[in-house]
């Protein structure tokens, strides 16, 4: 029967598994984690990029630019001044 007072894991057991939580990953290791990608939104057609920081104290800074700027007006809309 195991104690519940384990030592941490060390040598290969104390490798994080892949699927982890990048905000844990960047806390455990003491480091600024980067995700960035391209992404278009749900009912979107224009792509945006993202980058999501997360820093070794737990806080998380984000960043969303779109890429392709469409036109000002719907096609067909024509303003007339």
């Known amino acids: 029967m195991a104690g519940r007072h384990r030592r941490p894991p060390t040598g290969a057991k104390a490798v994080l598994p ?3 939580d990048l905000r844990l990953l960047a806390i455990t290791q ?3 984690v980067t995700d ?3 992404t278009t939104l749900p009912c979107g057609r224009n792509p945006y ?3 999501t920081l997360y820093r070794p104290d737990g806080s998380v800074d984000r960043l969303l630019e779109r890429l392709a700027p469409g036109p000002l007006h ?3 809309l024509h ?3």
Request: proline fraction near 11%; avoid cysteine; charged fraction near 30%.
């Open 74 to 76: 719907p096609p067909g």
């Open 30 to 32: 003491g480091r600024t």
């Open 36 to 38: 960035e990608g391209v």
């Open 49 to 51: 990029a993202y980058r």
């Open 79 to 81: 303003h007339t001044d």
């Open 18 to 20: 892949a699927d982890i």
